[in-house]
C-alpha cells in the first residue's frame, strides 16, 4: 500500500492529473500494488476557496504521504495577488522548501515516433537522452527581495547567493546519477561573470576529483542555450543552478517536440514530488486539449524514485511509447498521418498498452 498526495492544482491541471492516476491504478492491478489517492487544494484553486495557496491541510497531507503528484499551477486570475499569494510563489515555492526538495530531475529523452514533431531538424534531435539536474531551493527565487523608492521612480533587488553546502549537495547527486547513465557530467554556470557562478565551479573542480570515473566538464549557461539546439546529442547530464536550471529546461522541451512530453521529479527529502514541466494552460483547460503525457511519465517517475519500483516505472514508460508509435496524438503534437486524440482518450490507450504488456 502506498499512500500518494495527489494536487491537481489550476487549469489543465485537474484534466491531466487524473490520467495518471489512471496509469497507477493500471500498474497496481497489473504488479499487485495498492494506491490510496488524496487529494488535496493547492495554487489558484486553494486560494479561491481558502483564502491561501497552500494551506496547513495540504502541506500536512503531502509530509504524511509516499509521494505528491502535482498538475499545474497558476494563471492570470491570480496574477493581481499580493506576490506572497500568487500561487507560483505561496504554494510551489514553499511546498519544494517544507518538503526539502533540493533537486530538480528532467530527463528530456526524444521518443522515435516524434522526431517530426520537433522544429528541429530530425539529424540533430534523433537519439536525444539527456537529463537536468537544477538546484531547487536556492538562488535568486528564494534570496531576499526588496523594493525601494530613489529620485526617480523605484528601485527592486533581488538578491542571488550560494553556500557551498548548497553546491555540494546538488552536484553530489548529479555525480551519482551520472554514474548511473553515460559517465558525463557537465556544470553550466555563469563564472566570468557573477560570483556565486565562480563558487560554483569553483566547487565542482574540487568534487571531480572524487569522480574520476566520470568525464567532467563545465560550460557557460549562454553557451549551453546555444549547445542544446545545435549539438543536444552531446549532453548526457546537466547539473546547474536554479534560475539556469528553469530556463534550460524549457528550451530543452522543444527537443522532445513539446513541453507536453517533459516529466519532472523534485526530490530530496522523505517525499518527492512529481509533475509535468509546462504550466496550468488556462487557455486550453476544459477543452479535452491537453496532453497528459507529460503528467503520466512523471508517475513513472514517481514509482522510480520514491517507491523503488523500476520495473513498474518501465512499465508506463513503455506503454507510452507503443501509444505514439501507434500514431496517436494530442493538439500540441499532431502531424500530418496521426490520429488526434483528447486528453482522457491518450489516457485510455496508455492503460490499455499497460494491461497488454
Given at each position: ?50 483564502g491561501h495557496p497552500l494551506p496547513a ?155 574520476p570515473d566520470v568525464e567532467t566538464s ?140
Open positions: 500500500m502506498y499512500k500518494i498526495a495527489v494536487l491537481p492544482g489550476d487549469g489543465i491541471g485537474v484534466e491531466i492529473v487524473p490520467e495518471a492516476i489512471k496509469a497507477l491504478q493500471a500498474v497496481g492491478e497489473k504488479y499487485n500494488h495498492q494506491f490510496e489517492f488524496t487529494e488535496a487544494l493547492v495554487g489558484g484553486a486553494a486560494y479561491d476557496a481558502v491541510e495540504t502541506l500536512q497531507i503531502c509530509k504524511q504521504s509516499d509521494a505528491v503528484l502535482l498538475g499545474a499551477i497558476g494563471g492570470p486570475k491570480w496574477e493581481q495577488l499580493p506576490v506572497h499569494l500568487r500561487p507560483e510563489v505561496g504554494a510551489l515555492l514553499p511546498l519544494r522548501k517544507e518538503l526539502g526538495l533540493y533537486a530538480n530531475l528532467r530527463p528530456c529523452f526524444l521518443f522515435p515516433g516524434l522526431t517530426h514533431a520537433s522544429t528541429l531538424k530530425e539529424e540533430v534531435i534523433a537519439g536525444v537522452d539527456l537529463i537536468v539536474i537544477r538546484e531547487l531551493t536556492g538562488g535568486l527565487y528564494f534570496g531576499e527581495k526588496n523594493r525601494e523608492k530613489i529620485d526617480g521612480g523605484v528601485k527592486a533587488t533581488d538578491i542571488l547567493s550560494y553556500s557551498t553546502y548548497e553546491i555540494e549537495r546538488i552536484v553530489r547527486y548529479a555525480y551519482e546519477v551520472a554514474r548511473k547513465r553515460n559517465h558525463k557530467l557537465c556544470s553550466v554556470d555563469k563564472a566570468n561573470v557573477i560570483e556565486t557562478s565562480r563558487l560554483w565551479r569553483e566547487t565542482v573542480t574540487e568534487l571531480a576529483k572524487e569522480y563545465h560550460m557557460y549557461v549562454d553557451n549551453c542555450a546555444m549547445q542544446l539546439i545545435r549539438n543536444p546529442k552531446q549532453f548526457d547530464v546537466i547539473v546547474t543552478e536554479n534560475m539556469f536550471g528553469d530556463i534550460l529546461t524549457d528550451e530543452a522541451s522543444m527537443l522532445t517536440g513539446s513541453i507536453g512530453m517533459l516529466p519532472s521529479a523534485s526530490i530530496g527529502g522523505e517525499v518527492g514530488l512529481y509533475e509535468p514541466s509546462h504550466g496550468s494552460a488556462p487557455d486550453i483547460a476544459g477543452q479535452n486539449k491537453a496532453n497528459p503525457l507529460a503528467t503520466i511519465l512523471s508517475a513513472a517517475m514517481l514509482l522510480r524514485y520514491s517507491l523503488n519500483l523500476e520495473k513498474e516505472a518501465r512499465a508506463i514508460e513503455t506503454a507510452v511509447s507503443r501509444v505514439i508509435e501507434n500514431g496517436y496524438r494530442t493538439p500540441d503534437l499532431i502531424e500530418e498521418g496521426c490520429r488526434l486524440a483528447g486528453t482522457a482518450e491518450m489516457g485510455d490507450l496508455v492503460v490499455s498498452q499497460i494491461k497488454s504488456l
